[in-house]
């Protein structure tokens, strides 16, 4: 017959052998997240997601994921981002902690002229409102998205981001 000794020995043994295996398994499904690091901060729009042990990626622009974008994943990910803050964590048997990223908006105008003809390029990460002035007059506005340019007459451009 077993005394109440052995009845607190075995059951001290099988607690601490669950959570020894729980924690075992914890440790050995949930993913392993690499890159980037909580709070990484950036002008690129492409970000480079590395991780373990995850199939899919969740990101958000709300902390509480409401309406997170599913990304089925392989490790070394590269997704483009639009300028803001993002939330995101990777998914496999179980989900990583919550991290946060921003992509900060890079505003960069150059001019090309080429035959008396001048291009406005947008070489930043948003889109542009350029005003365009000649001689101090303010002539008209041209919106310029990522990578691409607007024909322009004037001799002065004035580039701010673009609310859309």
């Known amino acids: 017959m077993l005394n109440r000794k052995h009845i607190i020995a075995i059951d001290f043994v099988v607690v601490f052998g669950t ?10 499904t949930q993913p392993r997240v690499i890159a980037p690091i909580d709070g990484y901060t950036t002008t690129n729009n492409s970000v480079l997601f590395s991780f373990e042990k995850a199939d ?10 409401s ?10 990910l590269v997704i483009n981002l639009n300028p803001g803050i993002y939330y995101w964590k990777a998914v496999g048997a179980l989900e ?17 002229e080429r035959d008396n003809e001048i291009s406005v ?21 041209v919106v310029v998205g ?10 002065k451009f004035i580039g701010g981001q673009n609310g859309n």
Do not use: C, M, W
């Open 67 to 76: 309406s997170p974008q599913e990304i089925n994943v392989e490790n070394n």
């Open 121 to 141: 390029v947008n070489s930043g990460n948003t889109r542009l409102n350029v005003d365009v002035y000649d001689h101090g007059i303010y002539t008209g506005r």
């Open 19 to 28: 959570l020894l295996v729980v924690f075992a398994l914890v440790g050995y």
């Open 146 to 155: 990522i990578d691409d340019s607007a024909e322009a007459e004037g001799d």
């Open 56 to 65: 899919l990626i969740l990101i958000d622009d709300n902390i509480y994921f």
């Open 96 to 112: 990583s902690e919550a991290r946060q990223l921003t992509i900060n908006s890079e505003i960069s105008l150059k001019l090309i």
